[in-house]
């Protein structure tokens, strides 16, 4: 069973659970947290978006953030994005305020395999409170609870 943090998980199948009612082998990885600083105390923290070795999970699922901090997506193939969520429906689009990375699907690659850097799409932290997300794609979030979150409580 693969790893995601304890709070993302139980929301992807309540997600799943609601759309069940209302409309009637995966694999682990082992990848290393991207986090750099810069003199102004800013960091950056880079998440892996549908990677060869987990393509239906963001890598890591879960990171914590100071405002001000920036959240670098990295996309993999095949076709994936970034979208906020509330807690209680984690594979719709959160009310209110919502970030929407767009779509990526054009991809430099070859026989599956990313060629050249990865595309990415940056989300400023501007408060410390748990921000959800989740990807569109189809099966990534109901079938593959492809969720993540930031500042986990």
């Known amino acids: 069973m693969m790893f995601v943090s304890r709070l993302t998980w139980p929301l992807a199948w309540l997600a799943l659970a609601t759309i069940t009612v209302a409309a009637g082998s995966s694999t682990a990885a082992t990848v290393t947290t991207t986090t750099s600083s810069s ?5 950056t923290h880079t998440i892996q978006v549908g990677p060869k070795s987990n393509p239906h999970q963001f890598v890591p699922a879960n990171i914590t953030a100071n405002v001000g901090d920036v959240v670098v997506f990295e ?3 095949t076709n994936h994005s970034v979208v906020k969520a509330d807690y209680l429906a984690p594979c719709v689009p959160a009310s209110g305020n919502i970030f929407y990375s767009g779509a ?7 026989d599956g395999q990313l060629v050249g850097p990865a595309p990415t799409w940056s ?10 997300f ?4 189809i099966d990534s979030c109901l079938k593959n609870g492809m969720v993540g979150v930031i500042n986990e409580v």
């Open 104 to 110: 990526f699907e054009d991809f430099n690659e070859h």
């Open 134 to 137: 989740y990807c569109t794609a």
């Open 75 to 77: 996309f993999y193939p």
């Open 39 to 43: 003199s102004t105390g800013i960091s």
């Open 123 to 132: 989300l400023r932290v501007n408060d410390t409170k748990p921000t959800f």
